[in-house]
């Protein structure tokens, strides 16, 4: 992850409400009764935040699925939307060419690839094409890797479009854009600040249940970018139930620094969880970092905010390391 990779995320938003504002989308055919997002990796990680955000106002379930192989729900009632930004990840082709199969509605994200000429030349059983509407995003000669933000927008369009999320979905990405504007720069400052404080320790980040998936794409950012391990876990649970286990062994406790990201958003549950962890778990460990986001008033103004910073200290704590991003992957991690 380069600098200017971080720094085009104003960019990707900016893009993404426009591309919202202009894109021709085809209605369902018939009702949504479920929603699964399709993808690998990050983009993954952009369904699960969406997903979170779903939970609180979709009246249909949104899930998120990593398989070539659909759950057995999904039909004619189901919208499946497959994420992929090369287009050729092959767990999300299948997933798409199985969905068309099955009769569900598909719509599809991708930068190109396999997945783009699919989605343009799908045809069902009835003989129409099944694709109900494609986000494309800016490939590889933009962004050197998935552009989380912008996914975000898409899914959320889509969703929006689909009647899945509420139309007051867009004001809140206006709001949120204008608010991560003003905020940038303290951003960057404060992420500086939590790398200092990661430095030959070993992360342990906890948050609320909502931020899950924003932790564990903190997780594979410092795996990836950092080289270093870290563990996540959100509160009330399952993160309460380990909160006994700060005992042993007492030579790695020394050698952690507790991440506490807190929110307005927070569960009661969730506040008095983190005050235990100050009182019980903190004097056992090797330090504490307290991530407190106050501005922002919606969880998707927080969330984006969250990710941001959370990217910006993985690449901060990549260079302090003296680590240089890897550039490819690893020769049997393969996604072609």
């Not at 919208?79 to 299948?94: M, R, W, Y």
């Not at 100050?278 to 969330?303: F, I, N, Y």
Request: hydrophobic share 45%.
């Amino acid at each position: 992850m380069t600098r200017p990779f971080l720094e085009s995320y104003l960019v990707q938003l900016r893009r993404g409400l426009a591309w919202c504002e202009q894109q021709p989308m085809a209605m369902p055919p018939r009702q949504i009764r479920n929603v699964v997002l399709v993808g690998t990796d990050d983009e993954a990680t952009a369904a699960e935040i969406v997903a979170g955000w779903a939970v609180r106002e979709s009246a249909v379930p949104v899930s998120v699925w990593q398989s070539s192989r659909l759950p057995a729900f999904v039909g004619p009632h189901t919208l499946v939307i497959a994420v992929s930004f090369s287009g050729d990840d092959v767990e999300t082709n299948e997933a798409a060419k199985e969905a068309v199969q099955r009769g569900a509605m598909l719509a599809c994200v991708t930068g190109g690839g396999f997945l783009l000429n699919f989605a343009q030349n799908a045809t069902s059983a009835s003989g129409g094409n099944p694709v109900l509407a494609v986000a494309e995003v800016p490939g590889l000669g933009h962004f050197p890797q998935p552009p989380i933000a912008y996914l975000l927008v898409q899914l959320c369009a889509l969703l929006q479009r689909f009647g899945v999320l509420s139309q007051n979905m867009t004001a809140e990405w206006q709001q949120a854009v204008a608010l991560f504007d003003k905020r940038e720069y303290f951003i960057q400052d404060g992420a500086e600040n939590l790398a200092l404080g990661l430095g030959r320790k070993l992360p342990v980040v906890y948050a609320d249940a909502a931020f899950g998936a924003v932790l564990r794409r903190f997780q594979q950012q410092l795996s990836r970018q950092c080289q270093q391990l870290a563990h996540v876990n959100v509160f009330p649970e399952p993160g309460r139930a380990e909160l006994s286990a700060w005992r042993h062994p007492e030579d790695t406790l020394t050698h952690t620094t507790v991440v506490l990201l807190t929110t307005p958003a927070d569960s009661p549950e969730t506040t008095q969880c983190m005050e235990t962890v100050r009182q019980k778990v903190v004097p056992a460990s090797g330090g504490v970092a307290e991530v407190r986001l106050t501005h922002g008033t919606t969880l998707l103004d927080l969330s984006l905010y969250a990710v941001c910073l959370f990217d910006w200290a993985a690449f901060f704590l990549a260079r302090d390391n003296e680590n240089r991003p890897p550039v490819g992957s690893f020769p049997f991690f393969r996604r072609d």
